[in-house]
């Protein structure tokens, strides 16, 4: 490792970092929806062509990400699924959330490809 100057030290000792390898990780981080996902694609892998309601947000921007990840193949689980999922993220104005403002439900379809 390069020598530290005295500015550099100091920032070490001022914030408390700590110049160190990572530890190994015997376990992957998973997300508290992982199971809810697995059970969805289940089912639409069973219902083919058939549109399931999976989940509801309290704001668009998340909604749509999470149907762009899906489509675009990004989100865990659908990578390398070709054209087989839609996701789509649509306004729910009869349900609404903590600010009395509209939710957003994704909706998930399995095509399985021929």
Same mark, same amino acid.
């Given at each position: +490792?390069?020598?530290?100057?005295?500015?550099?030290?100091?920032?070490?000792?001022?914030?408390?970092?700590?110049?160190?390898?990572?530890?190994?990780?015997e376990?992957?981080?998973?997300?508290?929806?992982?199971? +809810?996902?697995?059970?969805?694609?289940?089912?639409?892998?069973? +219902?083919?062509?058939?549109?399931?309601?999976?989940?509801?947000?309290?704001?668009?921007?998340?909604?749509?990400?999470?149907?762009?990840?899906?489509?675009?193949?990004?989100?865990?689980?659908?990578?390398?699924?070709?054209?087989?999922?839609?996701?789509?993220?649509?306004?729910?104005?009869?349900?609404?959330?903590?600010?009395?403002?509209?939710?957003?439900?994704?909706?998930?379809?399995?095509?399985p490809?021929?």
């Amino acid at each position: +490792m390069a020598r530290l100057n005295k500015a550099d030290e100091e920032a070490l000792e001022t914030f408390g970092f700590v110049v160190e390898e990572p530890p190994e990780q015997e376990n992957t981080r998973r997300s508290r929806y992982e199971p +809810m996902w697995d059970a969805a694609r289940a089912l639409c892998a069973k +219902m083919p062509g058939k549109s399931l309601r999976v989940r509801s947000y309290n704001n668009a921007s998340t909604a749509y990400n999470d149907a762009k990840a899906i489509n675009n193949g990004e989100k865990r689980g659908f990578e390398d699924q070709g054209d087989q999922w839609l996701a789509v993220a649509a306004k729910n104005e009869e349900v609404l959330n903590d600010k009395n403002e509209p939710t957003y439900d994704l909706y998930l379809k399995y095509t399985p490809s021929e």
